[in-house]
């Protein structure tokens, strides 16, 4: 089923996997919400600055960013109410992970191209 999914962190560089993820999110059939306050535009779907700047329902968050920054995004996270959220390879948080779990948000330690390959997503 399709799903929307922000990507926080997106990049419009094409070797980052934050943009891999955009695109192939696209392709499996989801609709790809990509957040950063820097650009425009990631692999062709407009950016939104911020959680907080979303205004539809969102399934499943994928987090692209490092421990330090994701923490000025968790009020916004936990009110966004996402199903759940990723957390990629160096993104891990086990404080963040925690308070997303007590407000009743899934959080799942994995890699978004690899679930979408091995259709786990």
Do not use: W
Request: proline letters at 7%; one cysteine or more.
């Amino acid at each position: 089923m399709a799903e929307n999914v922000a990507v926080l962190g997106a990049s419009p560089k094409a070797e980052r996997y934050s943009y891999q993820a955009t695109v192939m999110l696209t392709n499996y059939g989801h609709r790809a919400l990509p957040v950063n306050p820097y650009h425009a535009e990631v692999a062709g779907k407009p950016c939104v600055r911020s959680l907080s700047d979303i205004t539809e329902p969102v399934d499943t968050v994928t987090l692209y960013l490092n421990p330090a920054q994701l923490a000025e995004h968790e009020a916004a996270l936990i009110a966004l109410a996402p199903k759940r959220v990723i957390f990629n390879p160096g993104t891990e948080s086990p404080e963040l992970e925690s308070r997303l779990v007590a407000a009743g948000i899934q959080v799942e330690e994995a890699c978004t191209l690899v679930l979408l390959r091995t259709g786990q997503f």
